[in-house]
């Protein structure tokens, strides 16, 4: 068995009830510890007050277990040496049986596999800056241009290239939807220069969006982009001169692949002393209220 689906989430299902995926490399990798577990069972709470099962995903001794216990949730917050598990990375991590964190690429693949249509994340992976020269583009992309998934986060960082990214994803055919928004979101701003596919006002909207992809048989994500809070947003100038410094020492420090991320969210939040990190968690809460409704939406208009 490489997936365990928990009784919960399991029963949820059967009965066309709303289950929301959660990923956990942003637990592992993403917050430190103790407030990355904080944030997980935070978060999941909000789900279940929606009205909503949560399904936090990970990998647990080459198993992949939709639907964490607490218990392993705080495991896998302060374990501290869990390898990052993208797509490519999926086989080995199962075949040694280890403990592995699941990206957004590989969080849409497990939440797939157990039939969870809705995940609610912070934010993707996508094209990183100078990637015509490094050929970086998170595999999160090509997850998102194949695997019936709806992914809701809070935009991209500008630590990518918000517009390669969306050039990526019209590519692919993934429908970029900003919720209550022109403007694509880039995570500790409500806004970026470039503009969304689609402004969608209703949770219900966003449903019918992802069954008609279905019912057409258009396999792939639909990513539905939702701003931070005004109250939690961050200045501009001050988010984007951490960015430009991380950046210049991640490339002085020689930094590459998949450690680059993780790195850049790591420097943005010591040179903000902290700020980042308060903005990050809001956020997540903010999309996993979104993320509920559309659950709920999507399990109305499908039957
Ligand atoms: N962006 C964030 N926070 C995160 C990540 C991205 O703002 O925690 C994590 C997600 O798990 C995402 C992964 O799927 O980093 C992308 O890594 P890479 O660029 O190596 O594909
Ligand atoms: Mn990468």
């Not at 495991?75 to 797509?87: D, H, L, T, Y």
Request: hydrophobic share 40%.
């Amino acid at each position: 068995m490489y997936i365990r689906v928990n009784e919960e989430v399991k029963k949820a299902l059967e009965n066309n009830e709303p289950v929301v995926a959660l990923e956990s490399t942003i637990i592992s990798h993403g917050m430190p510890y103790p407030q990355n577990v904080k944030t997980a069972l935070e978060v999941e709470q909000i789900i279940r007050n929606a009205g909503c099962v949560p399904a936090t995903i990970g990998i647990i001794d080459g198993v992949g277990i939709i639907g964490m216990s607490a218990d392993e949730i705080e495991s896998f917050g302060s374990r501290g040496n869990i390898e990052k598990v993208s797509r490519r990375d999926l086989p080995m991590i199962m075949a040694r049986k280890m403990w592995g964190a699941t990206t957004v690429a590989t969080t849409m693949i497990l939440a797939n596999m157990a039939g969870i249509e809705v995940f609610v994340t912070g934010g993707i992976g996508g094209v990183h800056r100078n990637a015509q020269m490094t050929f970086d583009i998170s595999a999160d992309l090509q997850e998102l241009a194949n695997t019936n998934v709806t992914v809701v986060c809070a935009g991209a960082k500008a630590i990518l290239d918000l517009g390669l990214t969306l050039e990526y994803l019209e590519t692919f055919g993934v429908p970029v939807l900003g919720y209550k928004t022109k403007k694509l979101p880039a995570f500790y701003t409500r806004s970026s220069n470039f503009n969304v596919d689609y402004e969608v006002d209703t949770p219900l909207e966003i449903a019918r969006v992802i069954k008609v992809k279905r019912e057409l048989g258009l396999n792939g994500g639909v990513l539905v982009t939702n701003p931070i809070p005004e109250e939690y947003s961050m200045d501009s100038n001050v988010i984007n001169e951490a960015i430009e410094e991380s950046l210049k020492l991640m490339n002085e420090e020689g930094v590459h692949g998949k450690e680059s991320t993780p790195y850049l969210l790591a420097k943005v939040k010591e040179i903000t002393k902290g700020d980042s990190l308060d903005s990050n968690i809001q956020l997540v809460f903010n999309n996993a209220k979104l993320g509920s409704e559309i659950a709920k939406e999507y399990c109305k208009v499908k039957k």
